[in-house]
Structures are given as C-alpha cells and as structure tokens.
C-alpha cells in the first residue's frame, strides 16, 4: 500500500512534508519581513512565511541544500534544526552546523524512519550557478526521496548542468520540487545562480517527473523573474498537466 503523502508549502523553498509518520521540512527560511541579510551579495526577504517557527510540528528530518545562504537557511530555520531529529546536508554544511547534521556525498543514500516509515534518502548532483562559481557560492545538494509508493526529487539551488541528466536515469520521479525564481545579483550582471522557469520545464522533461512543484521564486528580490513565465513554460503540450502550485499555508495530498 502507498505511504500518503502531504506538502505544505511554506515560502521560497521551505516545504513541510508528511510521508508517513514522517515529518520533513526542507530548506527553512521562517524568519518574518522585511529581513536583510549583508554579505558580498546582500539579500532582502520582502514577503515572510506561511509558517512560523513557532508554529511547526516536530521535524523527524530537515533536508538542507545548503547552509550558506540566508534563503535556504535563516535565523529562524537554524533554531528549528537545533530541533530536528535529524539533518542531512552537504559535508560541508555538517561540518559547520554539528549537532544533528550529517553530510551526504553525491548519491550517497541512507535511510531514516518514524514510526512505521522508512524512507531513502539519497544525495543528487547540483551546482549553484554557473561552472567555475563553485569557490564563490559554496557546495549545495539536491535530494531524492524514496517510499513505499513512490519518489520525490528535491533540486536544491541548482542551475542546468550535465550532471542533472543521471537523476532521470536513476530514479522514477513522481514528484519534482524545482528552485526557480532565476537568481540575480547587480554585482554579477548576466550570471544566473537558480533555475529560470524555461529551465525548469527542460530539466521537468528530462526527469520525466509526473508532477512539477515551483518552489524558490518569490518573496525575495534576488528572485528577478516574474513568476507568470512558470505557467508560460510549463503550458507546452508535453507539459500539460504536471505543474503544481501549491498555496501557500495549505496541506495538499501529492
């Protein structure tokens, strides 16, 4: 019999997962707006989360693409990992973080579970912008999700590289979880450091993913593209059908 499977979308690219008797919470930026963040490429929060910290249930398992950037990990969603009973992310990242934060190489696999659910959960390529900014944007993960029933691929900040093809040839993806909004800085000009709508429709066909779920594409101002072009891309006759918006707040079946 299937594991049901739940998703409460909550902001940029934190999701609330229930597959099972297992809680997920992915890439937690729960801090209320407007919030700013200074580094070399400074972000601002301009619309906060569905959810508040405050307001979550127990998280069996946080899945981080990475820890270095406020839009993935923020003041909030660190106090929910000091929380978690477990955190899967890039080495890199474990190192940093300790606690309950382990680091997974690229399709390294292990398996977690809550009450009467097993799940696998293993480590997919991705690549924060374009070749050669590796030094700049640090190391980020992708992950897939396997239960009883079906697959869930999570990108992480990823853009389209070769490496993504092997996830399609490795897995039957059910449902995808892409990371959009086509990430721009001023100080960077052309370069783009997340997936544009196009993009994600392209990598969409080359999952073969039954169902596609935006995530990452409002809320912040490094996100530039209107978020109208993801109904534009995915509006193609082999597309018909799989996107997925989910509202924000709201517990949707998958």
Known sequence: MAVPVTATYLGTATVLLRIGDLTVLTDPALDRAPSDYPAARPLRRTAGAALGAEDLPPIDLVLLSHDQHADNLDRAGREVLGRAGRVL???EAAE???????GLATWESV???AGATTVTVTATPARHGPAGT????????GFVVEYEGGTLYISGDTTRHD???EIGERFTVDTAFLHLGDAHFPATGDLAFSLSAAEGAE???TLGARQVVPLHFESWEHFVEDPARIAEAFAAPDLAGRLRMLPPGSAEAL
């Open 134 to 141: 590796e030094p700049v944007t640090g190391p980020v993960t």
């Open 163 to 165: 490496a993504l093809r």
């Open 96 to 102: 940093r973080l300790g606690g309950a934060a382990a």
């Open 89 to 91: 992310t890039t080495p």
């Open 203 to 205: 990598l969409a066909r």
């Open 111 to 113: 398996r977690c579970t």
